[in-house]
């Protein structure tokens, strides 16, 4: 019975027809799943409601709306979230709710310059939340950081930005605006920051720009049973 699965993808592939997305017979019994570079249009159907199971889950997604974030606020065992979301630039909010989460310890999102601003934390939502990861990716800062409620957090101990940028002035307008944010917390978690070096930079950056499906090298399926098509 498959329990964890990971997708082992070394360039990023676009699901434009949704073919993970569509499925009729999820994995009811996973634990772990983790598709960091398959890049699904949105938040597939079938994860909301019935992976009850589901403690680690890393997803790549084109953007995001408020029903698909609800259908991940209603996985009652999820301990880990890895969000990424490749494009900001017709989003108003990432709003969290004010319910649900349950059992999130470890938030760990990753989107443009500006994604932090996209997001809110209204009271009631993630209140297990020890641990906010923030990784900051293409673009130039223009209002990184704001974290709207983030306040409602009430178990926050520690947040820690990645950062993907050479330009000196995003670095330090991140830094700075991270730290007023914890100083007002009423927790004062601790805070720190990573900058990859420009080399995976590059990288990224070239991630984000290329079409990457014209040069898959090979895809690996690690998982703890071989799956069917219809996932067993």
Same mark, same amino acid.
């Given at each position: 019975m498959?329990?964890? +699965?990971?997708?082992?993808?070394?360039?990023?592939?676009?699901?434009?027809?949704?073919?993970?997305?569509?499925?009729?017979?999820?994995?009811l019994?996973?634990?772990?799943?983790?598709?960091?570079?398959?890049?699904?249009?949105?938040?597939?159907?079938?994860?909301?409601?019935?992976?009850?199971?589901?403690?680690?889950?890393?997803?790549? &997604? #084109?953007?995001?709306?408020r029903?698909?974030?609800?259908?991940?606020?209603?996985?009652?065992?999820?301990?880990?979230?890895?969000?990424?979301?490749?494009?900001?630039?017709? #989003?108003?909010?990432?709003d969290?709710?004010?319910?649900?989460? *349950?059992?999130?310890?470890?938030?760990d999102?990753?989107?443009?310059?500006d994604?932090?601003?996209?997001?809110?934390?209204?009271?009631?939502? #993630?209140?297990?939340?020890?641990? +906010?990861?923030?990784?900051?990716?293409?673009?130039r800062?223009?209002?990184?950081?704001? +974290? &709207?409620?983030?306040?409602?957090?009430?178990?926050?101990?520690?947040?820690?930005?990645?950062?993907?940028?050479c330009?000196?002035?995003? &670095?330090?307008?991140?830094?700075?605006?991270?730290?007023?944010?914890?100083?007002?917390?009423?927790?004062? *978690?601790?805070?720190?920051?990573d900058?990859? *070096?420009?080399?995976?930079w590059?990288?990224?950056?070239?991630m984000?720009?290329?079409?990457?499906?014209?040069?898959?090298?090979?895809?690996?399926?690690?998982?703890?049973?071989?799956?069917?098509?219809?996932?067993?």
């Amino acid at each position: 019975m498959l329990r964890s +699965l990971t997708l082992d993808i070394k360039w990023e592939v676009r699901d434009d027809d949704d073919q993970l997305g569509s499925l009729w017979e999820p994995p009811l019994e996973i634990e772990r799943l983790h598709l960091s570079r398959w890049l699904f249009p949105r938040v597939p159907k079938w994860i909301g409601g019935h992976l009850s199971k589901l403690c680690s889950l890393t997803l790549y &997604v #084109m953007d995001m709306s408020r029903d698909r974030v609800q259908a991940l606020a209603e996985l009652p065992s999820l301990l880990f979230l890895r969000l990424a979301i490749k494009s900001c630039e017709d #989003m108003t909010v990432i709003d969290f709710g004010s319910a649900g989460f *349950p059992s999130l310890e470890h938030l760990d999102f990753c989107g443009s310059m500006d994604a932090a601003a996209y997001m809110r934390f209204s009271a009631g939502v #993630m209140r297990r939340l020890r641990r +906010l990861t923030l990784r900051f990716g293409y673009g130039r800062a223009k209002n990184v950081a704001t +974290l &709207v409620g983030i306040r409602h957090l009430p178990s926050l101990r520690c947040i820690h930005a990645l950062v993907w940028t050479c330009a000196e002035s995003d &670095v330090r307008k991140i830094e700075h605006q991270l730290g007023k944010l914890t100083q007002a917390h009423p927790n004062q *978690p601790s805070f720190t920051m990573d900058r990859y *070096p420009n080399e995976w930079w590059d990288k990224i950056r070239w991630m984000y720009y290329s079409d990457f499906n014209s040069k898959l090298d090979s895809t690996r399926i690690r998982s703890d049973t071989l799956a069917s098509s219809s996932w067993g």
